[in-house]
């Protein structure tokens, strides 16, 4: 069984940067793109970028290109996104989530971002 | 980029009734894929290119569509089906999300 497991809630200041983890069990993660989606109820779903583990290239949503950086630790089957210089506009909640062709099968539990001084 | 509208936001059906949710793409799109999400829970992979039910769906739920047009439809409306419902496409970069549906118990 996929299980994608994120790290705790997390508060920040604003300016400040945050790194969230996405450990990942029932599979390896370098047979699978694992993706980043962002979460606010006044805007849905948006897409990040995604993370090839086995040879760690990325691809991110223009929007997130500076904001957003995907990592992974292949010996420990996590994940990792890292998220820069943030804003009350970061305060969310960001899933990973496997890739499976073009749709995602798997999720993790969703880490809530508070940005706030 | 692609796009969803989902309609209606909101909508309430009684047990046993018919629901049809839709999905317009602003660009034609080979494929959707549906997510359902409970309250207070992460998404789940619900309806996968187009009418594919993932698996533990029951089999009242179908999806259809093609082009800009999609749906999702549930057959007999059931208690747990009371969740909010995603679109999303695929096809053309980047992934885009619909705004969703809240599907409500009467």
């Known amino acids: 069984e996929v299980q994608l497991q994120q790290s705790g809630p997390e508060l920040r200041r604003p300016g400040s940067s945050v790194k969230l983890s996405c450990k990942a069990s029932?599979?390896?993660?370098?047979?699978?793109?694992m993706h980043w989606v962002k979460h606010r109820p006044e805007h849905g779903l948006e897409w990040i970028g995604w993370?090839?583990?086995?040879?760690?290239?990325?691809k991110y949503a223009q929007k997130f290109q500076s904001k957003a950086t995907l990592t992974a630790d292949t010996s420990s089957n996590t994940a990792y996104m890292q998220l820069s210089s943030l804003t009350s506009e970061d305060t969310a909640t960001y899933f990973c989530a496997r890739g499976a062709s073009y749709y995602y099968d798997g999720w993790g539990q969703g880490v809530m971002v508070t940005v706030s001084s | 980029e692609i796009v969803l509208t989902q309609s209606p936001t909101t909508m309430a059906a009684s047990p046993g009734e018919k629901v049809t949710l839709t999905c317009r793409a602003s660009?034609?799109?080979?494929?959707m894929h549906w997510y359902q999400q409970r309250s207070g829970a992460s998404p789940k992979l619900w309806i996968y290119e187009t009418s594919k039910l993932a698996s533990g769906v029951p089999n009242r739920f179908s999806g259809s569509g093609s082009g800009t047009s999609y749906s999702l439809t549930i057959n007999s409306m059931e208690t747990e089906d009371a969740a909010t419902y995603y679109c999303?496409?695929?096809?053309?970069?980047?992934?885009?999300f619909g705004g969703g549906t809240k599907l409500e118990l009467k």
């Open positions: 029932g599979y390896s993660i370098t047979d699978y793109l």
């Open positions: 993370i090839d583990p086995e040879d760690g290239e990325t």
């Open positions: 660009s034609s799109v080979s494929y």
């Open positions: 999303q496409q695929g096809s053309s970069y980047p992934p885009t």
